[in-house]
C-alpha cells in the first residue's frame, strides 16, 4: 500500500481516545479509503495496543471478504473479548463459523462492548450478531451488493439500511 494511506490509517487510529466516544466513529474513515486498507488492518490485528486492534477490527468488520478469511481468524486470539466476538461476527457473516464458540461465550458475558456508543453489552451484540444470522438472515441486498450484516459496532437499524459501494463512495 502507498505510504500516504498507511499514515493516514495512523494519523485516524491516533484520533481515537478510549475515554472520548465522539472518537470512537473514527475508523470510519478508514472504511471510506476502501479496499486497499484491508491488508494493512490484517496486520494491525496483531498490534499490541487495543485501540489500533479496535480500528482493524472495525474497519475489517466493514471491508472483508472470504478471501481475507484465512487471516481474520487470527483474531480470534485477540487478548480483548469484544474483538473477539467481532471478529467472529464478521466471520460468520463472512460464511465462516469458526468463531460460533466466542460468540456463545459473549452471550454469558457482563462486559460491555468495547468501543460501543451508546454502550451496549457484549451480550446483547453477540445475540443481536446470532438473530441476525439465522437461516432468514440474507447475506447480500436485493441490489446484490454485500454490506456486511454483522458490521460492529453499528448501530443502525439494518432492515431500513440501504449500503452502495460506487467508484470511491459508500452511499448509506
Same mark, same amino acid.
Given at each position: 500500500?502507498?505510504?500516504?494511506?498507511?499514515?493516514?490509517?495512523?494519523?485516524?487510529?491516533?484520533?481515537?481516545?478510549?475515554?472520548?466516544?465522539?472518537?470512537?466513529?473514527?475508523?470510519?474513515?478508514?472504511?471510506?479509503?476502501?479496499?486497499?486498507?484491508?491488508?494493512?488492518?490484517?496486520?494491525?490485528?496483531?498490534?499490541?495496543?487495543?485501540?489500533?486492534?479496535?480500528?482493524?477490527?472495525?474497519?475489517?468488520?466493514?471491508?472483508?471478504?472470504?478471501?481475507?478469511?484465512?487471516?481474520?481468524?487470527?483474531?480470534?486470539?485477540?487478548? =480483548?473479548?469484544?474483538?473477539?466476538? &467481532?471478529?467472529?461476527? &464478521?466471520?460468520?457473516?463472512?460464511? =465462516?463459523?469458526?468463531?460460533?464458540?466466542?460468540?456463545? /461465550?459473549?452471550?454469558?458475558?457482563?462486559?460491555?462492548?468495547? %468501543?460501543?456508543?451508546?454502550?451496549?453489552?457484549?451480550? /446483547?451484540?453477540?445475540?443481536?450478531?446470532?438473530?441476525?444470522?439465522?437461516?432468514?438472515?440474507?447475506?447480500? %441486498?436485493?441490489?446484490?451488493?454485500?454490506?456486511?450484516?454483522?458490521?460492529?459496532?453499528?448501530? #443502525?437499524?439494518?432492515?431500513?439500511?440501504?449500503?452502495? #459501494?460506487?467508484?470511491?463512495?459508500?452511499?448509506?
Amino acid at each position: 500500500a502507498p505510504p500516504a494511506i498507511e499514515q493516514q490509517i495512523e494519523e485516524i487510529v491516533a484520533e481515537i481516545d478510549p475515554d472520548d466516544p465522539s472518537t470512537y466513529g473514527a475508523p470510519e474513515r478508514i472504511v471510506s479509503l476502501g479496499q486497499p486498507v484491508v491488508p494493512i488492518m490484517l496486520e494491525l490485528l496483531a498490534a499490541p495496543d487495543l485501540t489500533t486492534r479496535y480500528a482493524a477490527v472495525y474497519v475489517l468488520s466493514r471491508l472483508a471478504t472470504e478471501a481475507d478469511i484465512p487471516e481474520l481468524v487470527k483474531g480470534l486470539d485477540d487478548p =480483548d473479548m469484544s474483538n473477539r466476538t &467481532t471478529i467472529a461476527a &464478521t466471520l460468520l457473516w463472512l460464511g =465462516d463459523d469458526s468463531g460460533l464458540p466466542i460468540l456463545q /461465550d459473549a452471550l454469558q458475558s457482563d462486559q460491555m462492548l468495547a %468501543f460501543s456508543h451508546p454502550p451496549e453489552l457484549l451480550a /446483547d451484540y453477540a445475540q443481536r450478531v446470532l438473530d441476525e444470522s439465522g437461516p432468514e438472515a440474507p447475506a447480500v %441486498f436485493p441490489d446484490g451488493t454485500g454490506y456486511g450484516l454483522l458490521a460492529a459496532p453499528a448501530k #443502525l437499524p439494518l432492515h431500513d439500511v440501504k449500503v452502495t #459501494l460506487a467508484e470511491c463512495r459508500i452511499n448509506i
